[in-house]
C-alpha cells in the first residue's frame, strides 16, 4: 500500500465512525454512510482506535465499498462518466497546445539526468493547462516522487455545494508523477495495496506519439489513461487521467502544459521548533481557486519507518478553511489549549492527529500535527506536547501572498 492509499485509508475509517449513528447501528445506515464516507476522497492523517474497531466490527466491506474496493474510478471518488456534469467535471481538450496523438514537447528545459534522490525541498516542474473545472490541485515532494494534481470537485451531498472540506468528492482528476532513478511510478496510478495489484515497473501499454522525443506508452482505458515516458535514462513520468472524457488527448494535453522550472519550496507559516533530529522527508500543498488550503511539513524520525509507501513518521502543517463545515469534530470538541478549540485524536501504531483552531490572524486557520508511526509520537513526546506544539505555530505576515513565504 502507498503512502496516500494508506492515509485515505485511515482517513475513511475516522469518518466512518464519524458518520454512524449513536447506539446501534442499522445495516442500512452503514451501508449509506460507507458509500458517504468512500466518496469523499481527501488524504488526511486522520486514525482512532475506536475508528478502527466500528469498522471492525460493523462490517468494513461496507465502508471500504466491499471486494475490490478502490477499483473503479466512481470507487476512488469520481462518478462514472455517463454521471458527471459535462459543464464542469469532462474536460475537452484545447488543440491550439498539442495535436491529437501528434509528439509532445513539454516547456523549458527538461531534465537530462535522474538524480537518484530527490531534494524535498525543491520542485523541479509546474502544471500548465489543467481541464476546466480543476480548481483543486496539489504539489508533492519527497525524495523518490515529485507529484502535482488537478482535480475537479463534486458536492458532497447531491445538490450540495462544491467546497474544500477535510472530506472531497471528486468528479474527475489528473495526476503527474515525476520518478528518480529507478523508482517505479506506475504502482501508485494503477494498482492498489488493497486488491494487491502489483503492475510491472516497465512503461505499461502500447507506444505511441513521442513526448521529448522520447519514447511515450499509454495503457487505460475510456475511463482513464496513463501516458508515461522517460525523461531521461532510468527516470520515468506519468500522467494519469480519470473520470473524464477523451482521457488520452487530456494527458497529452497536460504533459505539453508542463513547464520545467526548479523553485524553492515555502510555507505559510513560521520556523517550528519540530523534534531533535527530524530531518524533513517531503511537502504538500493544497490550493482551491488558486489561494492555499493546507501546508504541511512531513519529517522522519531516526529508528522510524523507513518505509518508501509511508516515509514519514510526522506531520506538521496549517489550513485555511479545510477544518470548517466538514471539520464536525472540531466544532463538537470541549477540548480547549491556551483557550483555543482543539482535538486530539489517537490510533494504533503511534498514529494520532493534534489540532488547534483558531490560530492568531486567521479564524479559520487549524494547525494539524500528525504522528503517523510510534518513534514519531515519541519524538512529539505525546499527545499533551503535540497539541502545545501545535498551540504554539503562528503564521507569517500576510499569509495569502506566497512572496512572503518561507522556506523549509
Known amino acids: 500500500m502507498n503512502r496516500d492509499e494508506e492515509t485515505l485509508v485511515r482517513s475513511l475509517l475516522a469518518r466512518a465512525a464519524d458518520d454512524l449513528p449513536a447506539g446501534g447501528v442499522p445495516a442500512q ?3 449509506v454512510a460507507g458509500e458517504r464516507v468512500v466518496r469523499r476522497q481527501r488524504r488526511s492523517a486522520v486514525a482512532a482506535v475506536a475508528a478502527v474497531a ?25 462518478r462514472s462518466p455517463e454521471r458527471v456534469a459535462p459543464s464542469r467535471a469532462v474536460a475537452t481538450p484545447s488543440r491550439s497546445t498539442a495535436a491529437q496523438g501528434g509528439p509532445v514537447t513539454t516547456r523549458g528545459r527538461a531534465p537530462t539526468v535522474a538524480p537518484t534522490r530527490f531534494d524535498p525541498t525543491r520542485r523541479s516542474f509546474q502544471l500548465g493547462w489543467v481541464p476546466p473545472g480543476a480548481i ?10 515529485l507529484s502535482a494534481e488537478a482535480n475537479v470537485p463534486d458536492p458532497l451531498e447531491p445538490g450540495g455545494p462544491v467546497e474544500p472540506g477535510s472530506m472531497m468528492a471528486v468528479a474527475g482528476s489528473v495526476t503527474v508523477r515525476m520518478g528518480a532513478r529507478g523508482v517505479d511510478v506506475f504502482s501508485p496510478q494503477l494498482g492498489s495495496g488493497l486488491t494487491g495489484q502489483v503492475p510491472s515497473k516497465e512503461a505499461p501499454g502500447r507506444p505511441v506519439a513521442s513526448v521529448d522525443g522520447h519514447p511515450a506508452y499509454l495503457h487505460g482505458d475510456r475511463q482513464q489513461a496513463l501516458l508515461s515516458w522517460q525523461y531521461a535514462p532510468g527516470g520515468w513520468i506519468s500522467v494519469t487521467v480519470r473520470s473524464m472524457a477523451r482521457p488520452e488527448e487530456v494527458a497529452r494535453q497536460i504533459a505539453a502544459g508542463l513547464t ?3 523553485e524553492r519550496v515555502t510555507v505559510p507559516f513560521r520556523p517550528v521548533d519540530v523534534p531533535p533530529r527530524a530531518t524533513l522527508a517531503g511537502m504538500e500543498l493544497r ?10 511539513a512531513y519529517y522522519r524520525m531516526p529508528g522510524g519507518t523507513g518505509d518508501q509507501a509511508s516515509p514519514q513518521d510526522l506531520s506538521i502543517g496549517v489550513s485555511n478553511g ?8 472540531l466544532g463538537r470538541s470541549r477540548l480547549r489549549v491556551d483557550g483555543r478549540v482543539a482535538t486530539a485524536m489517537d490510533g494504533p501504531k503511534g498514529l494520532g492527529a493534534y489540532r488547534v483552531a483558531q490560530v492568531p490572524g486567521c479564524r479559520d486557520c487549524v494547525v494539524d500535527v500528525g504522528s503517523e508511526s510510534s518513534a514519531g509520537l515519541k519524538a512529539l513526546g505525546g499527545r499533551a506536547a503535540a497539541l502545545r506544539l501545535a498551540a504554539a505555530i503562528r503564521l507569517v505576515a500576510d499569509p495569502t501572498d506566497p512572496t512572503n513565504w518561507r522556506p523549509l
Open 29 to 31: 445506515s452503514l451501508l
Open 54 to 78: 466500528a469498522v471492525v466490527l460493523l462490517g468494513s466491506a461496507a465502508v471500504l465499498g466491499g471486494p475490490g474496493g478502490f477499483a473503479t474510478p466512481a470507487d476512488e471518488g469520481g
Open 136 to 145: 483543486h490541485q496539489a504539489t508533492r515532494t519527497d525524495a523518490t516522487i
Open 260 to 262: 520545467w522550472q526548479e
Open 287 to 296: 490550493t482551491w481557486e488558486g489561494r492555499w488550503l493546507n501546508a504541511t
Open 322 to 329: 479545510m477544518w470548517g463545515r466538514d471539520g464536525s469534530e
